[in-house]
Nanobody
Framework: QVQLVESGGGLVQAGGSLRLSCAAS????????MGWFRQAPGKEREFVTA????????YYADSVKGRFTISRDNAKNTVYLQMNSLKPEDTAVYYC??????????????????WGQGTQVTVSS
């Protein structure tokens, strides 16, 4: 049984930083994408970033490119999202997700296989 458990959300001022963690368990993820989506009130869930577990290729939405960094720790089976230069429009619930795929093409729609419970990120102006 796959479990994804997020942590690290909170309240931060604009311009500040936060690091989210996603502890993954239940299987090996070598043929998986691991990623982060976010959902603000009244909006659809949107793709933020992803990493190919095997090889470490990364992908970013244009809105976060240059500010956010995704990484993984194979030994800890954990994925991280380092968020810098945060803006009020980054406020959302952030979800960790996993998607099995043999392809190197990342799917940016929220149709992934497994999801965490979400963690709130609030950026004040």
């Amino acid at each position: 049984q796959v479990q994804l458990v997020e942590s690290g959300g909170g309240l931060v001022q604009a311009g500040g930083s936060l690091r989210l963690s996603c502890a993954a368990s239940g299987r090996t993820f070598s043929n998986y994408f691991m990623g982060w989506f976010r959902q603000a009130p009244g909006k659809e869930r949107e793709f933020v970033t992803a990493i190919r577990w095997s090889g470490g290729t990364t992908y970013y939405a244009d809105s976060v490119k240059g500010r956010f960094t995704i990484s993984r720790d194979n030994a800890k089976n954990t994925v991280y999202l380092q968020m810098n230069s945060l803006k009020p429009e980054d406020t959302a619930v952030y979800y960790c997700a996993a998607r099995r795929s043999q392809s190197m093409v990342v799917v940016t729609t929220p149709t992934w296989d497994y999801w965490g419970q979400g963690t709130q990120v609030t950026v004040s102006s």
